[in-house]
């Protein structure tokens, strides 16, 4: 079983930026869509972002044009870049295969404030 563990989050000002790392303890190079997911409270959770293993991506309409996913199957590492944050951005992070068969990790906290 993979394990994922997701690092990069914080406080952010309405506008700002972060990127998110999701470090597997496996490999991820066979793993044909990976994906971010957030969960905001009292809410359920979205994916957010996916890439293919060729690279091919997808978007929330939420945040297309703001954030950018990547991949780097040598480091077994997925990335979400995020920018021009909102405070409606504000969430618990997670990676994971899309769809999800991996336990979910404890995730990265964002708060983005107005």
């Known amino acids: 079983q993979v394990q994922l563990v997701e690092s990069g989050g914080g406080l952010v000002q309405a506008g700002g930026s972060l990127r998110l790392s999701c470090a597997a303890s496996g490999s991820i190079f066979s793993i044909n869509v990976m994906g971010w997911y957030r969960q905001a409270p009292g809410k359920q959770r979205e994916l957010v972002a996916s890439?293919?293993?060729?690279?091919?991506?997808n978007y929330a309409d939420s945040v297309k044009g703001r954030f950018t996913i990547s991949r780097d199957n040598a480091k077994n590492t997925v990335y979400l870049q995020m920018n021009s944050l909102k405070p409606e951005d504000t969430a618990v992070y997670y990676c994971?295969?899309?769809?999800?068969?991996?336990?979910w990790g404890q995730g990265t906290q964002v708060t983005v404030s107005s």
């Open positions: 890439i293919t293993r060729g690279g091919s991506t």
């Open positions: 994971n295969t899309y769809p999800f068969k991996f336990y």
